[in-house]
T-cell receptor, first 112, second 116 residues
Framework: KAGVTQTPRYLIKTRGQQVTLSCSPI?????VSWYQQTPGQGLQFLFE???????NKGNFPGRFSGRQFSNSRSEMNVSTLELGDSALYLC???????????FGEGSWLTVV | AQKVTQAQTEISVVEKEDVTLDCVYE???????LFWYKQPPSGELVFLIR??????QNEISGRYSWNFQKSTSSFNFTITASQVVDSAVYFC?????????????FGTGTRLTVIP
């Protein structure tokens, strides 16, 4: 079956702009989580959505937001982009708590 | 607080050698989950294994094996007869049921290079 799909794969934005990243989970998975990966901070949890509700949130500023739709697809948005937001953004999905967590290929964001 | 330590930053081995990647975790919770992922240069995190805290049984899958020891809070990963395709960054991760089973705390990763 299809894995976790993220779009776009690569994008370049200018400081101050905003960006929206999309994630389609594995069919049947209701939990979608987002992670940021940078060389300096490593892999960090952003937030998790389950049945359209944000269930957990990491330690990121309010410029980072997300949502989940009724079909479990999720989007994350970063407003007022900063150079430090340049990173690989990874989406993950799972059936529920304690299950296997599968990741997508990620979206590479470069802020210039 | 939860923490995962992968003390080995980089490891290089010659093809066909065995290699063990170390992972030490910290948590006060009794219900938790441990994971290993492989990250090739493309960026995707490829799932390798998941263990819950109540299942200390070690596992072997082909050339891969995992040693989970609660007594030492370790979850080590061994690749037998390494191959060039095993070259990647490997991450160990921990989640805790009480605060979010899908909220993974990652180690800093171990970059494995297998030399032909």
């Amino acid at each position: 079956k299809a894995g976790v799909t993220q779009t776009p794969r690569y994008l370049i934005k200018t400081r101050g702009q905003q960006v929206t990243l999309s994630c389609s989970p594995i069919s049947g998975h209701r939990s979608v989580s987002w992670y940021q990966q940078t060389p300096g901070q490593g892999l960090q949890f952003l937030f998790e959505y389950f049945s359209e509700t944000q269930r957990n949130k990491g330690n990121f500023p309010g410029r980072f937001s997300g949502r989940q739709f009724s079909n479990s697809r999720s989007e994350m948005n970063v407003s007022t982009l900063e150079l430090g937001d340049s990173a690989l953004y990874l989406c993950a999905s799972s059936l529920g708590d304690g299950g296997t967590i599968y990741f997508g290929e990620g979206s590479w964001l470069t802020v210039v | 607080a939860q923490k995962v330590t992968q003390a080995q930053t980089e490891i290089s081995v010659v093809e066909k050698e065995d290699v063990t990647l170390d992972c030490v975790y910290e948590t006060r919770d009794t219900t938790y989950y441990l994971f290993w992922y492989k990250q090739p240069p493309s960026g995707e995190l490829v799932f390798l294994i998941r263990r819950n805290s109540f299942d200390e049984q070690n596992e072997i899958s082909g050339r891969y094996s995992w040693n989970f020891q609660k007594s030492t809070s370790s979850f080590n990963f061994t690749i037998t007869a390494s191959q060039v395709v095993d070259s990647a960054v490997y991450f160990c991760a921990l989640s805790v049921h009480r605060t979010g089973a899908n909220n993974l705390f990652f180690g800093t990763g171990t970059r494995l290079t297998v030399i032909p």
